[in-house]
């Protein structure tokens, strides 16, 4: 059930309204050494989290007439210079492609080089009308490779990051293609070329958890479609946790980070601030790092104490499940004072027995329904508790949705049951 993935590693504010991106960033003292740390000096890691830094929270919904104008023709054809620089590629272009669609399917990863004409080709030349998202780092382009496989292209400032990455870089980019999952966003390649940095991704198509849940889309999550969800982004997060080769924290898991298919399918995107977890076998507890995250997500142990767990992801899961089960923003400043951390206020209703009152007013009140408010809730308490040794694991999240699934679809009628759940009948399977 679980596939496999690694990534890299800084503070986010509000949810974005676009997936690759976070809308501002937040960023707390740093403290960078521990005892039982992971090196900070490894050259591997200094690499990606200086690439890291230079994609992640950074893409935005674009400003009206903020788009810079490329010139851009109806032709796919790359201008000149890209023309050139393929030609020259094996010297100053880098970069690895791996794609599960059509006719990439079976290649093995990093086995199939990016140019930038091909980039130009996939953008027509970086065209303002592809662009999907911007923000302080960079721009984001929906692109269509040669093979037909439509994606999303990350596109750093050229004033972000100047510095050759070296051979090292190369070696992690290549671990991140190897690792995937199905409630992940596919990594396909990364590619240098002189001054550009470029970052390609699966593009999913159905916007974000946030948007859904802010009803930008045409129809209302239902219950039984938020659980699926919750699912799904549990599996992704215990697959990140326990099943790569070295464990990985997300640091930002949230609800503009949630991307979903036409079949509501989740997928976990914005892998910018993720960081390798403390190496157990060799002693280590955890990570000691500058915290990095998003505002109403951040787990309050490691903002007091800069180290760094799974434990961590949890707690940020359990805000993504009050969201889920209210429909409200992690902080809601314009809402009465007692209300505006949302997972506080939903904690206490659910402590004093007025759970009930938290329930997204979108959603039909019925048995079912509360059922599964009632267990939403008090699972989200346990990921919330104020020390991270309280906290249950991804994988027994995991376990105990799956269970709170089951006796919801026990409990429902027929024909109350989520209209959605026949759609992703093929790809949501009880194991």
Known sequence: MFGRR?????????????????????????????????SGNNPVAVAVRSIADAFSGCFMPPEPDASKSYGVSGDLRAPSVASKASRNSSERTRGIYVSSYNSMQDREPGSVTFTMEEIYAATRNFSPSFKIGQGGFGTVYKGRLADGTVVAVKRAKKSVYDKHLGVEFQSEIRTLARVEHLNLVK????????????????????????????????????????????????????????????????RDIKSS????????????ADFGFARLAADTDSGETHVSTQVKGTAGYLDPEYLRTYQLTE???????????????????????KRELMERITARWAMKKFTEGDAITTLDPRLERTDPTNFVL???????????????RSRPSMRRCAEILWGIRKDYRELSPPDFRSSSRSERSTSVREE
């Open 311 to 333: 434990k961590s992801d949890v707690y940020s899961f359990g805000v993504l499940l009050v969201e889920l089960i209210t429909g409200r923003r992690p902080i809601e400043p």
């Open 6 to 38: 690694t990534p890299n590693a800084d503070v986010r504010s509000t949810p974005d309204r676009f997936a690759f991106s976070p809308s501002s960033t937040y960023s707390a003292a740093s403290s960078t050494v521990s005892s039982k740390s992971r």
């Open 257 to 268: 980070n949630i991307l979903l298919t036409e079949n509501f399918r989740a997928k976990v």
């Open 374 to 388: 009632e267990k939403i809730l008090e699972l989200a308490l346990q990921c919330l508790a104020p020390h991270r």
């Open 187 to 250: 990594f396909y390649g990364f590619l240098e070329h002189e001054d550009e940095r470029i970052v390609v991704v699966e593009y999913v198509p159905n916007g974000t958890l946030r948007e859904h849940l802010d009803c930008m889309h045409s129809s209302i999550l239902d219950v039984a479609a938020r659980l699926d969800i919750a699912i799904d982004v549990a599996h992704a997060v215990t697959y990140l946790h326990v099943y790569t080769d070295h464990p990985i924290i997300h």
